[in-house]
C-alpha cells in the first residue's frame, strides 16, 4: 500500500511559479513512476506529466511542455511538479499518481494504482 500527499499549491499571478510536492509513504516509491494529473471545475483529470522510476524518461502534456517540470528525490520519496509561466488555464486540483510498472508508458488514469488527495493551484490573471 501507498499512501501519497500532495503540497506546495497555492494562490499565484499569471506568469508566475510554483513548485508542487507529492511525498510518498507505506513503501518505496523508487520503484514506481509517478505521475502528475490534474482536475478543473466540471472538467475531466486530465495527464499533465511522469518520471519513471529512476528520473531518466520524462512525458508531458502539450499544454504543459516547456513550462512545467517534473523531477523525483527517491532518497526522500518525494516527486516534484515545478510550474513556470502559469497561465490562468492552469488553475486546477493537481493530484499524483503511483504506476506500479515503474515505467513511462501511458497517460491514462487506469494506469495509475494509487493517488494523492490533491492540491488546489489558482492562477489569477
Known amino acids: 500500500q501507498v499512501q501519497l500527499v500532495e503540497s506546495g499549491g497555492g494562490l499565484v499571478q499569471a506568469g508566475g511559479s510554483l513548485r508542487l510536492s507529492c511525498v510518498a509513504s507505506?513503501?518505496?516509491?523508487?520503484?514506481?513512476?509517478m505521475a502528475w494529473f490534474r482536475q478543473a471545475p466540471g472538467k475531466e483529470r486530465e495527464f499533465v506529466a511522469v518520471?519513471?522510476?529512476?528520473?531518466?524518461?520524462?512525458d508531458y502534456a502539450e499544454s504543459v511542455s516547456g513550462r512545467f517540470t517534473i523531477s523525483r528525490d527517491n532518497a526522500k520519496t518525494t516527486v516534484y511538479l515545478q510550474m513556470s509561466s502559469l497561465k490562468p488555464e492552469d488553475t486546477a486540483a493537481y493530484y499524483c499518481a503511483a504506476d506500479i510498472t515503474g515505467r513511462v508508458r501511458t497517460r491514462s488514469r487506469a494506469g495509475y494504482a494509487y493517488w494523492g488527495q490533491g492540491t488546489q493551484v489558482t492562477v489569477s490573471s
Open positions: 518520471i519513471n522510476w529512476n528520473g531518466a524518461v520524462t
Open positions: 507505506g513503501r518505496t516509491l523508487s520503484s514506481y513512476a
